[in-house]
T-cell receptor, first 112, second 112 residues
Framework: GENVEQHPSTLSVQEGDSAVIKCTYSDSASNYFPWYKQELGKRPQLIIDIRSNVGEKKDQRIAVTLNKTAKHFSLHITETQPEDSAVYFCAASKDNLNKFYFGSGTKLNVKP | DSGVTQTPKHLITATGQRVTLRCSPRSGDLSVYWYQQSLDQGLQFLIHYYNGEERAKGNILERFSAQQFPDLHSELNLSSLELGDSALYFC???????????FGPGTRLTVT
């Protein structure tokens, strides 16, 4: 099956700096890659997603890039704010989006 | 509020018991996914239903089962509970398979 690896496990940045979280996947058939943000004690929330037919997608301060050849995708957060502090999960899916495989999560701490 | 509801919010039970977790998807969503999140762990995909039919199974134990009813709500049944089953159980729904999943608030299960 699919194996999704996520790095780093923790990331600490200064407010205003950029943060980058990387994920690799093993199955070249995976074609949908969502990112979720989970604040402490809350539900995961979808923040951005990308399909394999595009290489980059942006939404305000958040962007995701996908390299299909290398089988990795990354989350970029610019101008970080303290409210960006949370655990971020990447995921990958194939098989008509019937199954999802998640990375182990990155705990982002934005220091004011 | 994502529009996905889960009951109960908390559940404390003893080893060997059986429990049922309930999920109501957003109005109009046909897909329901179940996930398990253990303490300080990532999200593990358990099972996916679409319009009443099972679509895919992930790392779901044989002691666990699920179903989706004609009104589209779903139930996850956990039996012969063990201490290691203590976790947060989330369901998520989406209109189409997988795209834009909305998570419920979760049910925290504690097995003593």
């Amino acid at each position: 099956g699919e194996n999704v690896e996520q790095h780093p496990s923790t990331l600490s940045v200064q407010e205003g700096d950029s943060a980058v979280i990387k994920c690799t996947y093993s199955d070249s058939a995976s074609n949908y890659f969502p990112w979720y943000k989970q604040e402490l004690g809350k539900r995961p929330q979808l923040i951005i997603d990308i399909r394999s037919n595009v290489g980059e997608k942006k939404d305000q301060r958040i962007a995701v890039t996908l390299n299909k050849t290398a089988k990795h995708f990354s989350l970029h957060i610019t101008e970080t704010q303290p409210e960006d502090s949370a655990v971020y999960f990447c995921a990958a899916s194939k098989d008509n989006l019937n199954k999802f495989y998640f990375g182990s999560g990155t705990k982002l701490n934005v220091k004011p | 509020d994502s529009g996905v509801t889960q009951t109960p919010k908390h559940l404390i039970t003893a080893t060997g018991q059986r429990v049922t977790l309930r999920c109501s998807p957003r109005s109009g969503d046909l897909s329901v996914y179940w996930y398990q999140q253990s303490l300080d762990q990532g999200l593990q995909f358990l099972i996916h239903y679409y319009n009443g039919e099972e679509r895919a199974k992930g790392n779901i134990l044989e002691r666990f089962s699920a179903q989706q009813f004609p009104d589209l709500h779903s139930e996850l049944n956990l039996s012969s509970l063990e201490l290691g089953d203590s976790a947060l159980y989330f369901c998520a729904s989406s209109v189409q398979d997988g795209l834009g999943q909305y998570f419920g608030p979760g049910t925290r299960l504690t097995v003593t």
